[in-house]
């Protein structure tokens, strides 16, 4: 049987389905709220810290690593040409193996490890590092004509964080998850109390210890490579983090006083938006050959991924079509999915595709989503996989389905199945 089939169909969905291959483990640095603790790392050492986190908690051998496939969206480190190949080479993998960089905007957490799993599935590695990374406290202010000079008095500039949120053929991501509520008739105080639930599962899995399988502490510290030069790294303002900065504590009156942010109509405010943090998240993607050779309970299997694209303006919507075309693909039915994770880049959008799915809101980021935990760019995607795969096992269920929208108008969702 073929370890690996691409699938494309009428509706516009794009996808693979795979057999026997497998996510090994996953872990990730804290998210630190925007410019706070993590603010000064850059995103490469954020990655170097996940994937060497990933490597020891699994036991393996960096120089069995085949591949890597490293996912960055804000370029905010002098380094970031070489972003991939440094997270590689400091993680101790082997110089002959190469490394590429991912970039699906909020899909490139999923998108990298779907990548890894066809690589593996057409026999051309047998363990491939993965790692979604983002320093977006970072992103940089730019002129992109300052070479060719400026007019008197004009000074050109760009806020690239602001860039990242804008979509400049259609509207701001914001404005697209007040454009869904409308279209899906949500009421502000649905979206502030889906918000204000997705605070409440964090603290309450937090307190349940779930994170301590997750996030690996980030302390002040040097990483050194055989035959390169030393990095330093320093937080701000601590000497370690070991926790999520951006998650609060909030009350439906509290966030009923938070004004519209991109319309006037709302309901979105910052209150039930995704956090803007800076962290990194890192899994291991393996084949069957090498899980049993190496005698390894693996998280999971990685059984299907699914992307499409939809109207700019409503982007949010993007996880319906990726999450019904990939089920169609695989013979499943939402009624058969045990956990979603659905990355929350807006409460409303979250809630408006959960309700047009039919998705049972208690089994949806059922820890919390990212209006509690932020939204990391590259590493949400790989973290909501990571995320799901933990869950599963300790609930003892089956199938699991991370999703995410994507700037500019489309989706991805990928199908889990927990070992």
């Not at 089939?5 to 389905?17: A, M, Q």
């Not at 960096?62 to 996912?71: G, L, S």
């Not at 973290?383 to 700037?407: F, N, P, Q």
């Amino acid at each position: 049987m073929s370890k690996v089939r691409g699938f494309r169909t009428k509706e516009g969905d794009v996808g693979s389905i795979f057999n026997d291959i497998y996510v090994v483990d996953g872990r990730r640095t804290p998210f630190g709220k925007y410019t706070g603790t993590l603010s000064t790392v850059s995103p490469t050492d954020l990655g170097i810290a996940a994937s060497r986190a990933v490597l020891k908690a699994a036991g393996v051998k960096p120089t069995d690593v085949d591949q890597t496939y490293v996912a960055n969206i804000g370029q905010a480190s002098a380094d970031s040409f070489f972003l991939p190949r440094h997270v590689a080479l400091y993680s101790g993998v082997r110089q002959e193996t190469p490394a590429l960089l991912v970039q699906r905007i909020c899909g490139s957490g999923i998108e990298l490890i779907g990548g890894a799993a066809e690589q593996i599935g057409l026999g051309k590695s047998d363990l491939v590092l993965g790692c979604g990374t983002e320093t977006m406290s970072r992103f940089p202010l730019v002129s992109f004509g300052a070479r060719q000079g400026f007019q008197l008095g004009k000074p050109d500039y760009v806020d690239m964080l602001w860039a990242a949120l804008d979509d400049t053929a259609a509207v701001p991501m914001g404005a697209t998850a007040d454009n869904l509520a409308k279209e899906c008739q949500l009421k502000r105080d649905e979206v502030d109390s889906f918000a204000k639930r997705s605070q409440e599962r964090y603290f309450a899995a937090a307190e349940r210890g779930v994170y301590a399988d997750e996030i690996c502490a980030m302390e002040n510290g040097v990483f050194e490579a055989e035959g390169l030069k030393a990095r330093k790294v320093r937080l701000s303002g601590a000497d370690r983090l070991d926790r999520d900065e951006n998650p609060r504590q909030t009350t439906m009156e509290k966030l009923g006083k938070l004004p519209f942010v991109f319309s006037k109509e709302g309901p979105t405010t910052a209150g039930s938006a995704s956090g803007i943090v800076d962290g990194a998240a890192s899994v291991l993607i393996a084949s069957q050959s090498y899980v049993t050779n190496n005698k390894i309970k693996p998280l999971g299997k990685v059984i299907g991924m699914a992307s499409v694209g939809v109207r700019p303006d409503i982007m949010g919507i993007g996880p319906v079509p990726a999450i019904r075309g990939l089920l169609g693909q695989i013979g499943l039915k939402i009624s058969e999915i045990d956990l979603f994770e659905i990355n929350e880049a807006f409460g409303a959008q979250c809630l408006a595709v959960a309700r047009t799915l039919g998705v049972d809101e208690a089994l949806l980021n059922v820890n919390g989503g990212a209006i509690a935990i932020g939204h990391p760019l590259a590493a949400s995607g790989t973290r909501l996989v990571m995320t799901c795969l933990k869950e599963l096992r300790r609930r003892g269920k089956k199938y699991g389905v991370a999703s995410a929208c994507i700037g500019g108008g489309q989706g991805i969702a990928m199908v889990v199945e927990a070992c």
